[in-house]
């Protein structure tokens, strides 16, 4: 077996493994993405005697972690032909990765089997969060002026402004940043209808079977120009009877509807590993009232570097993590612990799950520090 950077002659293997894995997929659109990935060295395959039996790609995102944007590998498209699997194939795939995006403070992914991305050190973070409503109950949401707008591909840069500012004023944990290339291209869709306003912005269309509504995103600053954007999408509630839409898991709209005796919702769960650990903490944002120095003892088999004696420094907003001659009084965390604390898991659940262990006095202040609710509007 031989793991390296997919050749661009081995397009048409790839698609071949991803077809036999996924099934029927767009294959013009997964060749111009899977090309530009190739291009920039972000798919690995692996072979055996020549013959590709399994590839996998990441993408180059910013995440928000407490309002602050920190580098992530997206990864995804991790397919291993029908008649190889069950010989560690994807596991090798899913090391080398790592391996890969080398430089990344982070990685993602959402998993089609968790046991395999356990092995090298995810664990469940986050979700998508997927809400359906009655498009009746939206169309009376209105309140106040709130000057409102259609978008297009032009409008790609103030959109991720926009963004931007939105994720970091409300110290949200999870949402990527695609980038205005990303937006550009979405916009350019005639399925896809998009507004934007000065603290927000809406992109939704028609369901496939075109009876209800999908909202892809709705973000906003201010309770108006949420009523404003959701009341926009209700107001299609002559002809559509309902509204799927992917929101934050204590997103606005929960509160700003009059009515939540019922509610139907969805999670699609994703993991998280962070792959070196001082540029991790360094990058992301923390409560600024919390100032306190906490020993940790890590174990990482698959990155090393991350493993040893820390001494967590948090103060100001600001975290760091240097290294420690001495671990005693220390929290011991693996690397899917280290992942799962990351993500705002408080200290209990990751002690009663076998995934933090040592000394448990700092508990209370690194369950402030990490705590969130992560969550993404994305699917990569």
Same mark, same amino acid.
């Given at each position: 077996?031989?793991?390296r950077?997919?050749a661009?002659e081995?397009?048409?293997? @790839?698609?071949d493994v991803n077809?036999? !894995?996924?099934?029927?997929t767009?294959?013009?659109?997964?060749l111009?993405?899977t090309r530009t990935?190739v291009?920039?060295?972000r798919?690995l395959?692996?072979y055996?005697g020549?013959r590709?039996v399994?590839s996998?790609?990441y993408h180059r995102?910013?995440?928000? *972690?407490?309002?602050r944007?920190?580098p992530?590998?997206?990864?995804?498209?991790?397919?291993?032909?029908p $008649? $190889?699997?069950g010989?560690?194939?994807?596991?090798?795939l899913?090391?080398?990765l790592l391996?890969?995006m080398?430089?990344?403070?982070?990685t @993602?992914?959402?998993?089609?089997?968790a046991?395999?991305?356990?092995?090298v050190?995810?664990?469940?973070?986050g979700?998508?969060?997927?809400?359906t409503?009655?498009?009746?109950?939206?169309?009376?949401?209105a309140?106040g002026?709130?000057?409102?707008?259609r !978008?297009?591909?032009?409008?790609?840069p $103030?959109?991720?402004?926009?963004?931007r500012?939105?994720h970091?004023?409300?110290r949200?944990?999870?949402p990527?940043d695609?980038?205005?290339?990303?937006?550009r291209?979405r916009?350019?869709?005639?399925?896809?209808f998009?507004?934007?306003?000065e603290?927000?912005?809406?992109?939704?269309g *028609?369901s496939?079977?075109?009876?209800?509504?999908?909202?892809?995103r709705c973000v @906003?600053?201010?309770a108006?120009?949420?009523r404003?954007l959701?009341?926009?999408?209700g107001s299609?509630s002559s002809?559509?009877r309902?509204v799927? !839409?992917?929101?934050?898991p204590?997103?606005?709209l929960? *509160?700003?509807l009059?009515?939540?005796?019922? $509610?139907e919702?969805?999670?699609?769960?994703?993991?998280?590993?962070v792959l070196?650990?001082?540029?991790?903490?360094?990058?992301?944002?923390?409560?600024?009232g919390v100032?306190?120095?906490?020993?940790?003892?890590i174990?990482?088999?698959?990155?090393p570097?991350n @493993?040893g004696? *820390?001494r967590?420094?948090?103060?100001?907003g600001r975290?760091a993590?240097?290294?420690?001659?001495?671990g005693?009084?220390a929290?011991?965390?693996s690397?899917r612990?280290?992942?799962?604390?990351?993500a705002?898991?408080?200290?209990?659940r990751?002690?009663?799950?076998?995934l933090?262990e040592g000394d448990?006095s700092?508990?209370?202040?690194?369950d402030?520090?990490?705590?969130g609710?992560?969550y993404?509007?994305?699917?990569?």
């Amino acid at each position: 077996m031989d793991i390296r950077a997919l050749a661009p002659e081995d397009l048409a293997a @790839a698609y071949d493994v991803n077809l036999r !894995a996924f099934g029927p997929t767009d294959q013009a659109g997964w060749l111009r993405r899977t090309r530009t990935a190739v291009r920039e060295g972000r798919v690995l395959g692996i072979y055996d005697g020549g013959r590709l039996v399994a590839s996998g790609r990441y993408h180059r995102f910013e995440q928000w *972690w407490h309002g602050r944007p920190v580098p992530m590998g997206g990864v995804a498209g991790v397919v291993v032909a029908p $008649e $190889e699997r069950g010989r560690g194939i994807g596991r090798r795939l899913a090391r080398g990765l790592l391996d890969s995006m080398d430089g990344l403070p982070l990685t @993602a992914l959402y998993p089609a089997t968790a046991p395999v991305y356990r092995s090298v050190g995810y664990e469940h973070a986050g979700a998508q969060h997927f809400v359906t409503v009655p498009t009746e109950a939206l169309r009376t949401l209105a309140a106040g002026p709130v000057k409102v707008r259609r !978008a297009g591909p032009e409008d790609a840069p $103030e959109i991720v402004g926009v963004l931007r500012r939105l994720h970091a004023e409300a110290r949200d944990d999870g949402p990527i940043d695609r980038g205005e290339d990303w937006f550009r291209d979405r916009l350019d869709r005639d399925d896809v209808f998009a507004y934007l306003a000065e603290d927000g912005f809406l992109a939704y269309g *028609w369901s496939t079977d075109a009876r209800g509504l999908v909202v892809h995103r709705c973000v @906003a600053g201010s309770a108006d120009t949420a009523r404003a954007l959701w009341a926009l999408v209700g107001s299609g509630s002559s002809v559509a009877r309902s509204v799927y !839409a992917c929101v934050a898991p204590d997103d606005p709209l929960f *509160w700003l509807l009059r009515d939540r005796s019922h $509610e139907e919702v969805k999670r699609v769960s994703w993991m998280l590993r962070v792959l070196d650990a001082p540029a991790a903490v360094a990058a992301r944002g923390f409560p600024g009232g919390v100032s306190a120095e906490i020993p940790l003892e890590i174990t990482d088999e698959a990155r090393p570097g991350n @493993a040893g004696t *820390w001494r967590l420094t948090l103060d100001g907003g600001r975290g760091a993590l240097t290294p420690a001659g001495d671990g005693r009084d220390a929290v011991r965390l693996s690397a899917r612990g280290l992942a799962a604390l990351y993500a705002g898991a408080p200290m209990s659940r990751l002690r009663r799950s076998g995934l933090a262990e040592g000394d448990a006095s700092a508990d209370a202040i690194l369950d402030v520090a990490f705590g969130g609710t992560p969550y993404m509007l994305d699917y990569f």
